[in-house]
Every structure is written in C-alpha cells, then in structure tokens.
C-alpha cells in the first residue's frame, strides 16, 4: 500500500481563493500586522510567505522587524498600539521570542478579537468551552488536511504527538470536537508506539526528525506531519516520510503541507477578526 499525498499547497489555494472572493465582496480591507523581534532566520522566512500572501489575496499588511535586542516594555507597546490601530483587524506577533522577552506576556496583551494566531489564553478558554472564536492557525490547517481526506472523524481514535499551547493541544481539543477519542502524547508518554499504532489519525508535531517510523503506524491511518526540521540541510518533519508512507492510507509531506495550510488558515482568522471587530 502507498499513501496517498495529502498537496497542502492545493488544499490551501481552495482557502485562499474563498478569503479572495470574501474580500473582494466587502468594502473595507482586512488588514494584518506581523511583528517580528530577532533574526532568526526560520520566523524570518515564514514570516516572510505571510506577509506575501496577505497581499497577494488583497490583505493590507503591515510588518514590523525589531531588532533582537528590543525591550519587552517595546514590545508591548508596539503591541497596545496595533490594538488601537482600526486598519489593523488581525495581528501576529511571531514565535519564537528572544529569551528576555517573557511570552506568555506579549501573547496575552493581545486584544482576543484582533489575535490572528488564536493563541491568547482567551481564544484558547473559548475552544475548551466549544465556542470557538479564532482558533490557533496551526491546529485548523491540521483538522482542515484531515477533513479534505473525506474520512469521518467520528469514533476515531486520533492520537497527538506533542502538547504545546499552540499546536498539540488545540489539535487534541479539535479533534475531540469532531466525536474523535483523543489522545495527547508527550516526551514522558511511555511506550509511545502503543499509543501511535493504533491511531486512525496520527498528528505529529514535536520537532524531533523521523520519531515516528513505519512500525508505529497503523495500516491506512491518516498521518499528519506539523514538524519543521533541518537535517544536512534539508528541511524534513517528524515523520520518517519515505517509509511510513507505505503504510499510511494519507500523508503530509514537509514541505508542502501543514505550512502552507497554516498560512492559509492564519488569513482566514484575520477575515474573521475583522467581522468580530464589527460586533465589539
Ligand atoms: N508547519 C507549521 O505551520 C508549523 C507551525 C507550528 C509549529 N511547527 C513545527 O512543529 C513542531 C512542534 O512545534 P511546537 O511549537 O508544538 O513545539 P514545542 O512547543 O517544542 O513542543 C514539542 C512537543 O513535543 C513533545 N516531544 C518532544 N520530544 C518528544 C518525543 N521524543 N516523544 C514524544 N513527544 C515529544 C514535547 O513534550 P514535552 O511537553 O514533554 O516536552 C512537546 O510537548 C516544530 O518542529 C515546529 O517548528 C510547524
């Protein structure tokens, strides 16, 4: 059995030719702030393909580059400002920060109906109770490359590799949404192939190269790769792509699934950010 390749690309051109339309049918334009603090080259390439996009699909964007040595009070200034700015309807303030920055912080500043990554504790309290508002950008691209297999999610068993706030957890709660059983695995989950063998759906995201291998797959499971790694220069996920994907009945590759698809998913919840601010 070989997988079928689940083209993220072309799962997020359908997105993105959606948003276009809807922005072509409103009078005001959507805009986005990115804010980047460093130069660490991985946020400046992605943050580079956001900003393109969002202008390419008639986004007005706005992109701040602060040098890595940026005070936090800067920041959160910058911040309370694109909070008040009425061009700006979604915001993103891109991860990782340098490490006098505290996080958690800059993140929560954040007003939750301008917060275009869905990362804000109130964005994520609001996914808990199942009323969801924006959803973390990652998260949705991952449901949204499940759902375009056409497999019911119903009374599946989905198991998540990873428990971060941005991508495992809101993935987890998702999945739970859709009737699926979810499982959350982490670095201390012991025997992690019991977990991940018998997973209809396998989500991935740890940041560690090949940890999931062909003898932890199950037969025909939906295999979802968040993973962004270097490996002698190549850029390869989480999954050991070549092999599992003999056993998979769909798979992501990387590149070319879950990033674009998280792009995508990022405008989407700036269109809606912007029909929240109407409402607020
Ligand atoms: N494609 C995209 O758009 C996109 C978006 C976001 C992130 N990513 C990528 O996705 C990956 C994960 O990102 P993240 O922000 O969620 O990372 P993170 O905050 O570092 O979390 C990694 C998670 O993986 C778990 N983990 C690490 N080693 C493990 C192991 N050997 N077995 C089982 N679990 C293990 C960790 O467990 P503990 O909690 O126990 O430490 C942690 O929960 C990264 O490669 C990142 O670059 C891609």
Not at 68 to 76: M, R
Not at 130 to 147: Q, V
Not at 217 to 241: E, L
Request: hydrophobic share 40%.
């Amino acid at each position: 059995m070989t997988a079928q390749i689940i083209d993220g690309k072309k799962v997020a051109s359908k997105i993105l030719e959606d948003v276009e339309k809807r922005v072509k049918t409103i009078k005001e334009t959507p805009g986005l702030a990115i804010v980047l603090v460093g130069d660490n080259p991985a946020s400046q390439i992605y943050v580079g393909f956001k900003e393109k996009r969002s202008k390419a699909i008639g986004f007005y964007c706005e992109r701040y580059n602060l040098d890595k040595n940026t005070s936090q009070d800067d920041v959160l200034k910058l911040v309370n400002e694109l909070n008040q700015n009425n061009k700006i309807h979604g915001m993103i303030v891109q991860l990782p920060l340098p490490e006098h920055i505290d996080e958690n912080l800059i993140i929560d500043s954040i007003l939750p109906h301008k917060d275009a990554d869905g990362f804000t504790p109130v964005n994520l309290g609001n996914l808990v109770n199942d009323n969801n508002m924006l959803l973390p950008a990652t998260a949705r691209a991952c449901l949204g490359l499940i759902k375009s297999t056409g497999m019911e999610i119903k009374g599946k068993n989905a198991v998540i590799v990873g428990r971060s706030n941005i991508v495992g957890k809101p993935t987890a709660l998702m999945l739970l949404q859709e009737n699926a059983t979810s499982t959350i695995c982490h670095s201390k989950t012991k025997k992690l192939k019991e977990h991940t063998k018998n997973a209809d759906i396998l989500v991935v995201a740890t940041g560690k190269a090949n940890l999931i291998t062909k003898d932890m797959v199950k037969k025909g499971a939906v295999v979802i790769d968040v993973g962004i790694n270097k490996v002698n220069g190549k850029v390869v996920g989480d999954v050991d792509y070549e092999n599992v994907k003999e056993v998979a009945g769909f798979i992501t590759p990387v590149p070319g699934g879950v990033g674009p698809m998280t792009i995508a998913m990022l405008l989407d919840n700036t269109l809606k950010a912007m029909e929240l601010f109407k409402r607020v």
